[in-house]
C-alpha cells in the first residue's frame, strides 16, 4: 500500500536529543480523562458534605499505538520502540528529568486549547500482547499514556522543593530563581498539616487570624475549618 495511505492513521513522537518516533494508531481510540470539573466532597459528620472546588487535575492522554515493519516507510520499528522508551526515563547524563514530548497525529483528538502545541510528559508505557517478531515481520502494540505538561505553574512552585526543573527549561528557571533574591519573601507557601485551620495558619504568618480570608481568597478555600491536607496552599502578602 502507499505511504499516503497510512500517512493519516500514524502518530510522531518528538523531544530534544532524541530521534523522532512514528507508529501506527491502533485500532482503539485514544483516551482522554482528567482536566474537567474539579470538584470535590468534603465529608462532614452530621452534615452534608462540602463542595469545594479543589481545581483541576492535568489531562491525561492514552494513544493506542502499532509498531509494524509492513509500512516501508517506517524504519527500524525496534530502534523506535527503544527511542520511545528512551522518551519516558531520565538522560543517563546529568540524571535530569525525562524529556517532555510534543505529539502529532491526525487521528488524535488533541484535549486542551494548546492543540498539536501541547507540551507531555510520559506517564507510563502499557506494552501489549500483539508481538510477531519474524525476520520478515515485526509487530509491537503498546499504550503511551501521557500527562499534560505546565511549565508555568513548576517554575512558580519551584521553591517548595519539586524536582529539578528540566534543562530545557533551565534558563528560564533560572531568571525566576535570581529574581525570587530581590522580592519581600511574599506570596508564601504552606503545606496543611492535619489539625490546620485558616485561623491558625493565618495567626502564624499574620500574627493575626482574623486575616484567614485573604489566604481564603487566594485559595478558592469556602470553609476555614475544612481544609485539604497534604497540599501547598498560597500565603499572600498581608
Given at each position: ?16 536529543g532524541?530521534?523522532?518516533?512514528v507508529a ?37 492522554l ?12 517506517i524504519?527500524?520499528?525496534a530502534?523506535a ?10 538522560p543517563?547524563i ?5 524529556p ?16 498539536e ?11 501489549g ?48 530563581h ?18 490546620d ?5 493565618a495567626?502564624?504568618?499574620?500574627h ?14 469556602r ?16
Open positions: 500500500m502507499s505511504t499516503h495511505h497510512y500517512e493519516r492513521y500514524t502518530v510522531r513522537f518528538s523531544c530534544d532524541l530521534p523522532d518516533v501506527l494508531l491502533d485500532e482503539t481510540p485514544s483516551q482522554i480523562t482528567g482536566g474537567d470539573g474539579g470538584w470535590q466532597v468534603t465529608s462532614r459528620e452530621h452534615r452534608i458534605g462540602l463542595t469545594q472546588w479543589r481545581g483541576n487535575d492535568p489531562v491525561r492514552s494513544i493506542p499505538i502499532l509498531f509494524d515493519s509492513s509500512i516501508g516507510w524504519t527500524d520499528q530502534d520502540m527503544r527511542n520511545l522508551q528512551l522518551m519516558s526515563r531520565p543517563t546529568n540524571h535530569g528529568e525525562p517532555i514530548l510534543n505529539v502529532v497525529g491526525d487521528g488524535i483528538r488533541y484535549p486542551t486549547s494548546k492543540g502545541d501541547q507540551d507531555w510528559v510520559v506517564e507510563n508505557l502499557q506494552w500482547t500483539n508481538v510477531m517478531k519474524r525476520i520478515e515481520h515485526f509487530r509491537q502494540d503498546v499504550v503511551v499514556n501521557l500527562i499534560e505538561y505546565i511549565d508555568e505553574d513548576r517554575v512558580a512552585f519551584a521553591n517548595i522543593d519539586l524536582p529539578s526543573i528540566s534543562p530545557k527549561r533551565k534558563k528560564h528557571h533560572h531568571h525566576h535570581h529574581h525570587k533574591k530581590h522580592q519581600t519573601g511574599w506570596p508564601k507557601w504552606y503545606l496543611v498539616k492535619p489539625g485551620t485558616l485561623p491558625k495558619i495567626a502564624h504568618f499574620y493575626d487570624s482574623s486575616m484567614w480570608p485573604r489566604i481564603a481568597r487566594a485559595n478558592g478555600i470553609d476555614p475549618r475544612n481544609i485539604q491536607f497534604e497540599v501547598y496552599i498560597k500565603i499572600p502578602a498581608p
